[in-house]
């Protein structure tokens, strides 16, 4: 529009006017376009972002530019382009040569070989039966029996047998970034009880570390394990909270947002979301108010198997915040009219159990992505006590009640600035009464000075 000087006649209003054409040329293919709220804001802030990034892009370009002798080659259309975010179209008029033919192809490639880098896998345990994860029956249940299978010997730690694998485990083991269980094993002929310190899930079985060695052939030997339910609650409440926060988010900010990443530790969770701006407080705020308005509906959570294509057909696309699920099997994770996810987490029954969500921060972490940390369960109420007593640390420091620590702030901010005015003025006065003074003493300076002072 800008090169053809169509911008000019149109302006951003018939800018929006064309968006509109479209939605409705489109439905026709895919069906009436629902009400975006968002959908004009996103465009205006987009708009805005490259026009501003416009001069800046263009210096960083010149200086590749001036590089390269002038010529551009694939790795540096690609590098502007992705990494300083000038559109091809802008690349090319500076350069003055055409957009390379395999550019969109290159890229395209580039992204699926990153998408399909996979991790190395340490063991082998494809020999092995699939891990009964008790957990997805049962998820109140802290105590169960079990078989061992094998003991692997542990790579990372200098190779002391200390991989327990079993035939059926309760442990939840690190995925969806939601943290491990903790847990204390009696092992069948060994006094003293194990500690589980992390479990992974590797192919289809749970390797749960134990605290020290298992020295000898423990094949077929029982078990009873109990799982730290205090961790498992926290950890349960951070992830139940995640799928709270989530659906506030999109309630909040609109239909734009999916989930981009997530983790949840015992300490604090976060959750990346797709969103074109940095969050304002007023923003936080409604999304902190909507959790804990979800939380205190006590809306009840279901979590059912499901067939794929059944669930698809059901819930959409919206299903995978996650990520895609493999198999024909999806674990759907139904919050009653709040949120729908395929989900394989631990989460509560009720959203009361999440007890308070409180938000500490959000960051603008890149180009479209916002991350929010919040606490929920006990760790909200540490957090919140965190806050009061900085609050009364105050007030009896300064001996006001809570209603004056604003005003008295202010009050005081106000006479430290008032005050350093003063000083400067009298520092200059001073500065200026003695440089009088040395220029009356006449050659005697050095006295009358120091006494000056
Ligand atoms: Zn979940």
Redesign the pocket.
Known sequence: MKRTGWWEIFGMEGFLKIFEYHKKDLAGIYGEFPEYKSFDGIIKVEFDRWKNSDEESVKKLDKIIKQRKGKLNLDDWIVCMQSHGIPADLISEIVKAPIPQNLYYEIAMRQERTAKATETILYNTTHLKETDNLFYKDHTLMEFDATILDVYKNVLQKDIPNLMILDQSAVYPTS?G?QHDNATVTVEGVDEPFKVIDAVKVGKVVLHTLDRPLEGDFKGKRVNVTIDPIRRKQLQAH??G??IIFASCRKVLGPHVWQNGAKKTTEVAHLDITHYQSLSKEEERAIENAANRIINQCTDIHKSFMDKAEAEKEYGFHLYQ?GVVPGNQLRV?NIEGVDT?A?????ADNTAEVGWIKLIKTQRISDGIVRLYYVAFERAIDVMNGEMDIMNQLCDTWGVDQTQILPTAIRFFNEYKKLSTVTKKQDQQILNLQVKYVINAGGDTKFHFVKSE
């Open positions: 969806g939601q992830h139940t995640t799928h996650g994770v996810e989900c394989c987490g631990t989460h």
